[in-house]
Structure formats: structure tokens, C-alpha cells
Nanobody, 127 residues
Framework: QVQLVESGGGLVQAGGSLRLSCAAS????????MGWFRQAPGKEREFVVG????????YSADSVKGRFTISRDGAKNTVYLQMNSLKPEDTAVYYC????????????????????WGQGTQVTVSS
């Protein structure tokens, strides 16, 4: 069982940067594929970035490619989302998620593929 807590959200001007953190409970954090999703008011939740269990492979949505970077620190049970060149359209509640299932391929862009979710942290980008 995993509990996830996001932090680091806030208000930033367009073009600025922000770093989100996702702290996980337990000592098995590195065993899970991790992802960041976001949801704006009136919009569906969308995939942002993902990272493999080893941290070697990362995946990004086209909308954030080249601007957002996901990383993980297994020793600290923490996953980070570095957001640069922020745009107003990045405004949303950002959630981290962990996949607790193993042994098969999956579509990392689908929220239903994840088993544990944080409470979310608000990111607001002003013009």
C-alpha cells in the first residue's frame, strides 16, 4: 500500500518555473511506475509525464515535451516534476500516481492504469 502527497504548487508568471514533489510512504517506492496527471476546471484529467521503475525511461505528453521533466529519487521515496517555460494553459491541479500492478504491458497515459493517487496540488500560471 502506498500513500502519495504532492507539494510545490503555487502561482507563477508565464515563462517561469516550478518544481513539484511527490512524497511516497513506505520503502518500496522505487518498485512502481510513476506518473503525473493534471486536471483543469471543466476538463478531463490528462497524462503529463511518466517514469519507469528504474528511472531510465521517461515519457511526456506532446503539450509539455521539452518543458517538463520527471525524475525520481528512490532513496528519498520522492518523484519530482520540473516545469519550465510555463504557460497559462498549464494551469491545473497536478496529481502524482503510482501503478501497483506488475507483469504486463500497459498504457501509461490512462489514469485507470494507476492504483494510488495523491491529493493534488494547484498550479496557476498567470499571463
Amino acid at each position: 500500500q502506498v500513500q502519495l502527497v504532492e507539494s510545490g504548487g503555487g502561482l507563477v508568471q508565464a515563462g517561469g518555473s516550478l518544481r513539484l514533489s511527490c512524497a511516497a510512504s513506505g520503502r518500496t517506492f522505487s518498485s512502481y511506475f510513476m506518473g503525473w496527471f493534471r486536471q483543469a476546471p471543466g476538463k478531463e484529467r490528462e497524462f503529463v509525464v511518466g517514469i519507469s521503475r528504474s528511472g531510465i525511461n521517461t515519457y511526456s505528453a506532446d503539450s509539455v515535451k521539452g518543458r517538463f521533466t520527471i525524475s525520481r529519487d528512490g532513496a528519498k521515496n520522492t518523484v519530482y516534476l520540473q516545469m519550465n517555460s510555463l504557460k497559462p494553459e498549464d494551469t491545473a491541479v497536478y496529481y502524482c500516481a503510482a501503478r501497483g500492478r506488475f507483469g504486463g504491458s500497459f498504457d501509461y497515459t490512462q489514469g485507470s492504469e494507476y492504483d494510488y493517487w495523491g491529493q493534488g496540488t494547484q498550479v496557476t500560471v498567470s499571463s
